[in-house]
């Protein structure tokens, strides 16, 4: 018999103090794969509602070694000081084996997984589309349910992920390195087209700070050229250095600057409200991708009619013809 729920009332009235156990425990329960598991946070979730929605949710994605983690780090730390509240979702790629996340945030964000006004949350990706977990629109509301008015949502920065993690925040945040040249010509157009800022890492000193600026005077040139003379926000181009913290201040000035005039003319509610029509269809898919992969009966005919198609005896048309049948399409 599965164990018996947790007291939800508890878990909500605790998240609401901003208890950071309980919001462990809830997002917990987010992740499972258990039906009354799942239920339990939806209910969690709609009862919370009225409490989010508040923080500045940035999506912070870059090739890897590109300081990703080092950067947030050191930006995280300077915006606790500052007197904010900063959540840290970390998308990692999963183990096949375990599902389980295999590079460990926590330690390689060493300040903030010591400081009591940072939640750090590792989410395996567990497969899903561009490695961004399929529980973290969950998550991000129950952070911000519990008073955390930053969302951090770092990307591993490949496949489908840029897009995705734009899908889910209100500023997306490119970090690029040093030295484009012969780089910036195998960016792809799309993430420039999604960046609503690039900064270029690793401006440390000397030769380094000079090639981050050259590289920062061609992403400029790019983006010019991409962004819409109407658009209300032009992408800015700045040079950090995550190690070292230079260029940091700067750097969240501008995002502040941009959640002030997109807020004003209603630009990030309407972005948001585009974002909850898309969740509601990922949801959507999830459930059907459920139907398909809950039941013992449904697991047996997917495996037959792959078998079918696989020997030539059924059309790729036919096989999921059958599939959708049985399970009411």
């Known amino acids: 018999m599965a164990p018996s729920l947790p007291d939800m009332n508890a878990i909500r009235e605790r998240l609401l103090a901003g208890d950071r156990a309980s919001l462990a425990r809830a997002i917990t329960l987010a992740e499972s794969r258990r039906a009354d598991h799942r239920a339990a946070v939806r209910d969690l979730i709609d009862a919370v509602l009225p409490e989010t929605g508040k923080a500045i949710r940035v999506g912070i994605t870059g090739v890897p070694g590109v300081g990703k983690s080092t950067t947030i780090d050191t930006l995280g730390s300077q915006l606790t000081k500052a007197g904010h509240k900063v959540a840290v979702l970390a998308v990692d790629p999963s183990s096949t084996r375990t599902g ?4 460990g945030d926590k330690t390689r964000m060493a300040q ?3 400081d009591r006004n940072a939640f750090i949350r590792p989410s395996p990706s567990s497969g899903t589309l561009g490695g961004v ?6 998550t991000m509301l129950l952070c911000e349910a519990a008073g955390f ?5 770092e990307t591993v920065g490949v496949g489908q992920s840029e897009t995705a993690v734009a899908d889910l925040t209100d500023f997306f945040l490119v970090l690029m390195l040093p030295g484009a040249g012969d780089e910036l010509q195998g960016i792809k157009k799309g993430i420039l087209e999604l960046a609503d800022m690039i900064a270029v890492n690793k401006a440390d000193d000397g030769d380094g700070e000079r090639r981050a600026r050259a590289a920062a005077s061609d992403y400029r040139a790019a983006l010019h050229i991409l962004t819409p003379a109407s658009a ?4 800015p181009v700045v040079t950090i250095s995550g190690l070292h913290g230079k260029g940091l201040d700067g750097l969240w000035a501008k995002i502040e600057d941009h959640r002030r005039k997109l807020t004003a003319t209603g ?3 309407e972005r948001r409200r585009r974002q909850d029509v898309k969740w509601m269809w990922a949801l959507v898919h999830e459930r059907l991708h459920q139907k398909l992969t809950g039941s013992a009966e449904v697991r047996k ?18 096989g999921a013809q ?3 049948e049985l399970i009411g399409l």
């Open 133 to 138: 977990a399929a529980k973290t629109r969950e």
């Open 322 to 324: 059958a599939i959708s």
């Open 267 to 269: 630009e990030i509610a």
């Open 100 to 103: 389980g996340s295999i590079l």
């Open 232 to 235: 209300t926000w032009a992408p």
């Open 112 to 114: 903030l997984a010591q």
């Open 301 to 318: 005919a997917t495996t037959e009619a792959e078998k079918s198609v696989a020997s030539g005896e059924h059309s790729p048309a036919a």
């Open 149 to 153: 008015d930053v969302i951090l949502v």
